[in-house]
């Protein structure tokens, strides 16, 4: 089945692409990326799209945004803007996951377990900074793929 | 110390329209002048981040007793405010809003319209409200309410072309908002009507 949710895309875009040069700035590793290594999202198929958002999500509630504080005020509220707008869409999926309308394939849960391997293998402030800093990597590949 | 000031009492949230402010009451200082301090406090910050809280930076040290949140009450999810008085190094315990604020519950009003006629077509302008609302407006030629047609649209303080008139008709507006972030839409305004301009050809 399908799973709609609707979250406002244009809030979190706007809330990142205000701190989006500040947050890239604190990424030294510029050859190394956590969502697109070693293949883009663009190559996910579409039946397992649902699930490796859901995962996304979960990966940047769980992991990302708690490790992103700084000591820039204006920074801080943006990332607290965009963590509560990724909790309340993963409330959503996680409903739908629920009504199993989010079936997790092979494909995703491999493409998972390899962003984890990226993300893990660097330190954990790192990490976080540069998932957050490929933020709009997901956002241009969820809004390509509604 | 801190036992000097009393905590701000009365701490209320209004939001209308997408807007949101913080207000509560003065506490008052004989011959001084009271600064407020407002933090804020998501779910996320509460399930994720150990219950932590952000200053909102425009409301740190304000003389004023109003706060506005709406930049940052920007997901549809449950926050708490709190705000603390302060006088030189004196700090007065917080004063927490009591339950939860979701912007889900702002209230939503008809969107301020004008309908013109011009000639044998049917305008209308629309109040700018922020860039989370659409509108939704329905116009028919009065007497065929049965034939209402729509049209949805973003467009703000500008004329929208809504449709060529017959001659000397006279045609009905109204209008709703819709905020697509929390799923809702206002009441409609009221109608407006307008006649387009008579028949200008002359039977010779």
Redo the contacts between chains.
Sequence with gaps: GACRV?M?M??IRA?FTAIKANIQSRDPIRTLSILSHPHSLHKVKSSDRCCITHHLFTFY??KV??HCRTED??V??KI??I??????ARRKLGQCREQNNCVCGEESTEKFKQILANYEGLNVTSAAMKSLGELDILLDWMEKSR | GEALLPAPQSISILSTNMKHFLTWSPVIVQGATVRYSVEFQGEYEREHANGSWIPISECSLTAATVCNLTEDIAASVAYKLRVRAELGAARSPWGTTEGFFNRVTTSLTPPLLRVLADGYHLLVELADMGPAFQFRVLYWRKGQESRVQQKVTREVSSVVHLDTMEAGAEYCVKAQTHVEAINRSSSFSPTQCVRAQGDTSVWL
């Design positions: 609707s406002s244009t809030e809330g509630v769980d945004f708690k005020s204006f801080n509220r607290s803007s963590a509560n707008s990724f909790l309340s």
